[in-house]
């Protein structure tokens, strides 16, 4: 899980005036970047710890998550950076646009297997599903909307492997083609054996990460000219 730090400061305890205290980048509720109220709701010291529980409410989404703090203690001063020892929740789902859960329900799940790895920090693990939950949307949208659901396309599409699926169905369409490429062959690395040894495990997610988005938004779009609220009248 990415950290961050947020300033706090209690002038009733010594300790904890004027510190920075560690917390998840993204709300663990909503996904959203993190900027909560923070207040202390318990606290004790220790030869050589200062220990403190608090409660930080999203702005974003109004619900309260909950850290363990400790403040290590050198020379009589403690520290004024803060070490979160645990979180709760201690991960979340991503929410996304209700007409992306309801065409490829199985996308989602698989998405958000590779995020939960991805916050507890097994990168190759979420990689490697960020990839597969591609695989998911990119066969439902050629099979959904490219074939129009047609049955006897769908042992056909079941049978071809990622890079061939690509091939057939997005080389006319450069932004559905480049962008479900890098996906597939970022995610192709965290699973050889034989990779680069300077291989920045870290960079290579957010880059497969941003252009999943990418696809993602392509085919949220497409759905929702597919399916207008509203529709041109006849004269």
Not at 30 to 59: D, L
Request: charged share 25%; net charge negative; hydrophobic share 35%.
């Amino acid at each position: 899980m990415e950290t961050k730090y947020a300033n706090f400061s209690d002038g009733r305890y010594e300790a904890l005036n004027r510190v920075e205290l560690e917390i998840p980048i993204l709300c663990p509720h909503c996904g959203v970047s993190n900027n909560p109220i923070n207040r202390i709701q318990g606290h004790n010291g220790y030869s050589n710890t200062y220990i403190a529980f608090f409660s930080h409410t999203c702005t974003a989404c109004n619900i309260t998550f909950f850290t363990i703090q400790s403040f290590i203690k050198t020379n009589d001063k403690y520290a004024k950076k803060a070490i979160m020892l645990a979180v709760s929740p201690s991960s979340h789902n991503r929410k996304f646009e209700e007409r992306i859960e309801t065409f490829s329900p199985r996308f989602v799940s698989s998405y958000n297997q590779a995020f939960s790895a991805e916050q507890s920090g097994n990168l190759d693990l979420a990689g490697m599903g960020y990839r597969a939950a591609e695989e998911i949307l990119i066969k439902d949208f050629a099979l959904k909307i490219i074939e129009n659901g047609s049955p006897e396309k769908r042992e056909e599409i079941a049978k071809l492997n990622l890079n061939n699926t690509i091939g057939k169905y997005f080389k006319d369409d450069q932004a559905l083609l480049v962008s479900t490429d890098v996906v597939r062959i970022n995610g192709n690395d965290y699973a050889h054996w034989d990779r680069s040894d300077d291989f920045d495990t870290d960079s290579h997610l957010q880059e497969q990460k941003a252009y999943l988005e990418i696809f993602i938004n392509i085919v949220n779009t497409r759905l929702m000219i597919i399916n207008p609220p509203v529709s041109r009248e006849k004269h």
